[in-house]
């Protein structure tokens, strides 16, 4: 069983940046992804990265704020979390999944393996 471990999570202001961490015990998969769930809110997804650089998908609320990247050699995967709103604020998760579609990498439900997340929140 892959294990995922985030971090990274922190309080910061409007503004405000960070970078998240999710460190897997094993290869997790060829896609990795993050995706984050607000008090009474459904889980949403954040930014996904399969195969490849080429392959990187965002949700619209984080496009060219958020940089999704990964470390295969180290199997890490890394959010960069830029220009916060008090609406990032969430707890974020990494999934990781193999598969040969990429069509998908924004869909929870297609993830065999989670982490227990990190807290992210933004305040005014």
């Known amino acids: 069983q892959v294990q995922l471990v985030e971090s990274g999570g922190d309080s910061v202001y409007v503004g405000g940046s960070l970078r998240l961490s999710c460190k897997a015990s094993?290869?997790?998969?060829?896609?990795m992804a993050w995706f984050r769930q607000a008090p009474t809110k459904e889980r949403e997804a954040v930014a996904a990265?399969?195969?490849?650089?080429?392959?990187?998908f965002y949700d619209d609320s984080v496009k060219g704020r958020f940089t999704i990247s990964r470390n295969n050699a180290e199997n890490t995967l890394y959010l960069q979390m830029n220009s916060l709103t008090p609406e990032d604020t969430a707890m974020y998760y990494c999934?990781?999944?193999w598969g040969t579609g990429v069509n998908n990498a924004l869909h929870s439900t297609v993830y065999t393996y989670w982490g227990q997340g990190t807290q992210v929140s933004v305040s005014s």
């Open positions: 990265f399969c195969n490849n650089p080429l392959d990187q």
């Open positions: 094993a290869t997790p998969g060829n896609c």
């Open positions: 999934g990781g999944r």
